[in-house]
């Protein structure tokens, strides 16, 4: 039995943190919600609808879009950025060489990701792949260097270096984002009812779509961000000791709630300033990426103190299943509600507004959490993870079934004849 000093319940026999699994979890359960009410990038809906489910409609996009977008996929990147520290620290203490094992790591989820991305435009493994790289090469630096690394990332320099320029210059005419273009192709074939045609676009210019996003929204700098302060939280446990992970949550939930004070106000009060157009689509990213940030860090605050709390970890804990599985969970959904919206499939994107959408996603999401619980009761890990892990260590002699104490005290059956 765990200490009841820990949250995670960690033990010899168990290496996982649960706290860790269930913020993640929550965050995964956040990406789904915005991916169903923006029908998986195809962000196409049913034309002729009564004025109460247009007022549904609104409500469930507006609601999902605030509540989650930017931050949940915050959560992801920390996330991860937490796993590989600990991940890295594990292999170092084993005398692994994590110079030549984490990059092979890394390429096994960029090709999960490019696969993935073949049928789903918006997927984040590839980009998580790519940006994680650095992280072998700065996991062993101080707290302090990693801390000022964190903060200049997040701050997204040239992004607002870009965006005083657009409010001080309301004359100039600025560029639409490369990705803008790309973006209309994609959803032309999404609508279209050739997958093959959906499918080369995507094996290419989508993927190219996928970076240009990236980059030029300036999400690749807050990533990296994020990735570092999971390093700096990994390597110090802030999530495996309830002592810790509520320090860390109370700074957060402080943290977070000043920025979001600040820089919501800001964001709301652009029209107001005269700011439209491109000009507003510039300095939005800008101070949204802010607001976004302050937003993640009442979430994470938030999620880590009710989880200490007695009475909350029940609930919470419904989340771990999803965490543990968050690969195999994540892929799965697009590969279930791809055909479901797209064209070349059953097209419901032409009956279904985002009111609808989410209800159908909230169902998926709980028979998805249920069937993960039953699977983990039998198997060490997800699928994918299973692979993932396998193709690591290039050895498929990975434990995936659970053995029973029966099993394991049943005596070998002996061939008759030997």
């Known amino acids: 039995m765990a200490s009841p000093d820990s949250p995670a319940a960690p033990g010899p026999a168990a290496e996982r943190i649960s706290l860790i699994d269930a913020l993640r979890g929550s965050a995964l359960v956040g990406l789904f919600a915005v991916h169903c009410v923006e029908h998986f990038e195809l962000t196409l809906y049913p034309e002729n609808r ?46 692994i060489d994590v110079f030549t094992r984490f990059p092979w790591r890394l390429t096994l989820l960029a090709a999960f990701g490019y696969l993935n991305g073949i049928l789903y435009s918006g997927d984040i493994l590839l980009v998580l792949a790519l940006l994680g790289l650095p992280l072998v090469l700065i996991y062993r630096l101080p707290d302090k260097v990693l801390g000022w690394l964190a903060a200049l990332l997040l701050l997204q320099i040239p992004t607002a270096v870009y965006a005083i320029h657009c409010l001080r210059s309301p ?10 273009g790309i973006f209309g192709q994609v959803r032309a074939a999404q609508a ?29 700098l807050q990533m990296l961000g994020l ?30 709630a000043v920025g979001f004070a600040v820089f919501l106000p800001l964001k709301l009060m652009l029209p107001l ?35 200490l709390h007695g009475g909350w970890r029940r609930a919470l804990d419904w989340f771990v299943p ?44 709980v028979v998805q959490a249920a069937l993960a619980k039953l699977w983990l009761r ?32 049943a005596p070998a059956v002996v061939p008759a004849g030997r």
């Open 192 to 220: 279209g009812d050739s997958w093959p045609a959906l499918a080369s676009l995507l094996a290419g210019r989508g993927q190219l779509m996928r970076l240009l996003f990236t980059y030029e929204t300036g999400r690749y």
């Open 273 to 307: 300033w005269g700011v439209d157009g491109m000009r507003a689509y510039y300095v939005n990213n800008w101070i949204g990426a802010y607001a976004n940030l302050a937003q993640m860090a009442i979430w994470v605050g938030g999620f880590v103190l009710l989880y």
């Open 171 to 180: 004359g100039t005419e600025l560029p639409q984002p490369l990705h803008w």
């Open 322 to 365: 999803l965490g543990r599985m968050s690969l195999t969970a994540y892929v799965s959904q697009a590969a279930f509600f791809v055909p479901l919206f797209y064209g070349f499939g059953l097209g419901l994107y032409r009956q279904l507004g985002q009111f609808h959408s989410l209800l159908l996603g909230l169902g998926f999401i």
């Open 378 to 409: 039998n198997f060490h890990y997800g699928p994918l993870e299973w692979l993932w892990r396998a193709g690591t260590i290039r050895s498929w002699q990975v434990p995936f079934r659970r053995i029973s104490p029966q099993e394991q005290r």
């Open 227 to 256: 990735f570092v302060c999971g390093l700096l939280i990994g390597r110090h446990q802030l999530l495996a000791q309830a002592g810790a992970a509520r320090r860390f949550a109370w700074r957060a939930l402080l943290l977070g």
């Open 50 to 95: 009564s004025a109460l489910m247009q007022q549904l409609d609104q409500w469930c996009n507006d609601g999902a879009f605030f509540l989650f977008s930017g931050k949940a996929y915050a959560i992801f990147a920390m996330m991860f950025g937490v796993s590989f520290m600990l991940l890295l620290q594990s292999w170092t203490k084993k005398g």
